[in-house]
Protein backbone atom coordinates (compact mmCIF):
# COMPACT_ATOMS: atom_id res chain seq x y z
CA UNK A 1 0.00 0.00 0.00
CA UNK A 2 2.81 2.32 0.59
CA UNK A 3 4.35 2.15 -2.73
CA UNK A 4 0.56 3.34 -4.07
CA UNK A 5 0.62 6.09 -1.64
CA UNK A 6 3.57 7.72 -3.29
CA UNK A 7 1.41 6.86 -6.76
CA UNK A 8 -1.66 8.14 -5.70
CA UNK A 9 0.35 11.43 -4.09
CA UNK A 10 2.06 11.64 -7.68
CA UNK A 11 -1.36 11.77 -9.57
CA UNK A 12 -2.69 14.30 -7.11
CA UNK A 13 0.22 16.50 -7.58
CA UNK A 14 0.59 16.29 -11.07
CA UNK A 15 -3.13 16.81 -11.83
CA UNK A 16 -2.85 20.00 -9.15
CA UNK A 17 -0.29 21.43 -10.99
CA UNK A 18 -2.00 21.03 -14.45
CA UNK A 19 -4.66 22.83 -12.97
CA UNK A 20 -2.83 25.56 -11.45
CA UNK A 21 -0.91 26.31 -14.70
CA UNK A 22 -3.95 26.01 -16.31
CA UNK A 23 -5.49 28.90 -14.34
CA UNK A 24 -2.16 30.63 -15.07
CA UNK A 25 -2.38 30.70 -18.74
CA UNK A 26 -6.16 31.96 -18.47
CA UNK A 27 -5.22 34.72 -16.19
CA UNK A 28 -1.95 35.68 -18.67
CA UNK A 29 -4.53 35.45 -22.23
CA UNK A 30 -6.64 38.23 -19.48
CA UNK A 31 -3.98 40.56 -19.60
CA UNK A 32 -3.27 40.03 -23.13
CA UNK A 33 0.27 38.00 -22.87
CA UNK A 34 -0.47 35.02 -24.91
CA UNK A 35 3.19 33.96 -25.15
CA UNK A 36 3.19 33.28 -20.96
CA UNK A 37 -0.47 31.78 -21.50
CA UNK A 38 1.07 29.44 -24.07
CA UNK A 39 3.82 28.48 -22.41
CA UNK A 40 1.36 27.95 -19.10
CA UNK A 41 -0.67 25.82 -21.49
CA UNK A 42 2.17 23.99 -22.13
CA UNK A 43 3.04 23.47 -18.83
CA UNK A 44 -0.15 22.74 -17.77
CA UNK A 45 0.13 19.72 -20.22
CA UNK A 46 3.00 18.06 -19.00
CA UNK A 47 2.03 17.72 -15.53
CA UNK A 48 -1.16 16.49 -16.93
CA UNK A 49 0.82 13.80 -19.13
CA UNK A 50 2.49 12.88 -16.19
CA UNK A 51 -0.89 12.57 -13.65
CA UNK A 52 -1.79 10.58 -16.96
CA UNK A 53 0.63 8.19 -16.71
CA UNK A 54 0.46 7.78 -13.61
CA UNK A 55 -3.03 6.61 -13.58
CA UNK A 56 -2.03 4.48 -16.78
CA UNK A 57 0.54 2.45 -14.20
CA UNK A 58 -2.03 2.02 -11.69
CA UNK A 59 -4.50 0.17 -14.68
CA UNK A 60 -1.65 -1.78 -15.85
CA UNK A 61 -1.02 -3.18 -12.46
CA UNK A 62 -4.83 -3.65 -12.07
CA UNK A 63 -4.61 -5.01 -15.50
CA UNK A 64 -2.03 -7.61 -14.73
CA UNK A 65 -4.17 -9.13 -11.63
CA UNK A 66 -2.33 -6.77 -8.90
CA UNK A 67 -4.82 -5.56 -7.30
CA UNK A 68 -5.48 -2.04 -6.15
CA UNK A 69 -6.84 -1.14 -3.31
CA UNK A 70 -9.65 1.65 -3.27
CA UNK A 71 -9.11 4.49 -1.21
CA UNK A 72 -10.69 7.64 0.03
CA UNK A 73 -6.80 8.80 -1.40
CA UNK A 74 -6.96 6.76 -4.73
CA UNK A 75 -10.72 8.23 -5.39
CA UNK A 76 -9.28 12.18 -4.69
CA UNK A 77 -6.66 11.73 -7.26
CA UNK A 78 -9.41 10.65 -9.87
CA UNK A 79 -11.22 13.28 -8.99
CA UNK A 80 -8.11 15.88 -9.18
CA UNK A 81 -7.02 13.85 -12.45
CA UNK A 82 -10.18 14.59 -14.23
CA UNK A 83 -10.80 18.05 -13.10
CA UNK A 84 -7.55 19.30 -14.01
CA UNK A 85 -8.25 17.57 -17.51
CA UNK A 86 -11.45 19.18 -18.17
CA UNK A 87 -10.43 22.70 -16.96
CA UNK A 88 -7.36 22.18 -19.31
CA UNK A 89 -9.35 21.85 -21.92
CA UNK A 90 -11.66 24.90 -20.87
CA UNK A 91 -7.88 26.77 -20.61
CA UNK A 92 -7.60 26.55 -24.28
CA UNK A 93 -10.24 27.52 -25.42
CA UNK A 94 -10.45 30.91 -22.99
CA UNK A 95 -6.86 31.53 -24.21
CA UNK A 96 -8.74 30.76 -27.93
CA UNK A 97 -11.81 33.29 -27.26
CA UNK A 98 -9.12 35.53 -25.52
CA UNK A 99 -6.64 35.69 -28.24
CA UNK A 100 -9.92 36.17 -30.73
CA UNK A 101 -11.21 39.34 -29.16
CA UNK A 102 -7.89 40.91 -28.70
CA UNK A 103 -6.92 39.88 -32.65
CA UNK A 104 -3.98 37.75 -31.88
CA UNK A 105 -3.44 34.22 -32.95
CA UNK A 106 -0.92 31.26 -31.19
CA UNK A 107 -3.46 28.36 -31.83
CA UNK A 108 -3.14 26.98 -28.52
CA UNK A 109 -5.29 23.74 -29.99
CA UNK A 110 -2.30 22.73 -32.29
CA UNK A 111 -1.37 19.31 -31.92
CA UNK A 112 -5.02 18.41 -30.39
Known amino acids: MESNIEIIMSLI ?3 GNSK ?3 MEAIK ?9 AAEK ?3 AETAINAAHS ?12 EKTEISLLLIHGQDH ?15 TLYEKVSGFSI ?6
Do not use: H, R, W
Request: aromatic share 8%; hydrophobic share 40%.
Open 81 to 95: LMNAITFLDMAKEFV
Open 20 to 22: SYS
Open 13 to 15: MNA
Open 54 to 65: TQTSLLTKEANG
Open 28 to 36: AAKENDFSL
Open 41 to 43: LKE
Open 107 to 112: NVNEGN
